[in-house]
Nanobody, 122 residues
Framework: QVQLVESGGGLVQAGGSLRLSCAAS????????IGWFRQAPGKEREFVAA????????LYADSVKGRFTISRDNAKNTVYLQMNSLKPEDTAVYYC???????????????WGQGTQVTVSS
């Protein structure tokens, strides 16, 4: 079992940057791919980025490609999402999630954090 806790959200102006962290508990952390998802009010949850267990492979949604970078430090049981050139449309609650599958689909992820709010003002 994996427990996940996100941090690093906040209010930032358009064009600014934030770094989200996802801290995990559990001895099998590196067995899991970790994904970031986001959900804005009135919208469906959407995939943002994912990193494989060893950190070698990554996936990004087209909407964030070139602006966001996902990485992980398995020694610290932590995954990061560096978000640059933020836009108002990036405003959402951001969740990290763990999966034994390599997937962009939220229903393939078994463990979820509580979420952290990111608000980008124009």
């Amino acid at each position: 079992q994996v427990q996940l806790v996100e941090s690093g959200g906040g209010l930032v102006q358009a064009g600014g940057s934030l770094r989200l962290s996802c801290a995990a508990s559990g001895r099998t952390f590196r067995s899991y791919a970790i994904g970031w998802f986001r959900q804005a009010p009135g919208k469906e949850r959407e995939f943002v980025a994912a990193v494989s267990g060893g950190g070698v492979s990554t996936l990004y949604a087209d909407s964030v490609k070139g602006r966001f970078t996902i990485s992980r430090d398995n020694a610290k049981n932590t995954v990061y999402l560096q978000m640059n050139s933020l836009k108002p449309e990036d405003t959402a609650v951001y969740y990290c999630a763990a999966s034994l599958k390599w997937s962009t689909s939220w229903n393939n992820y078994d463990y979820w954090g509580q979420g952290t709010q990111v608000t980008v003002s124009s």
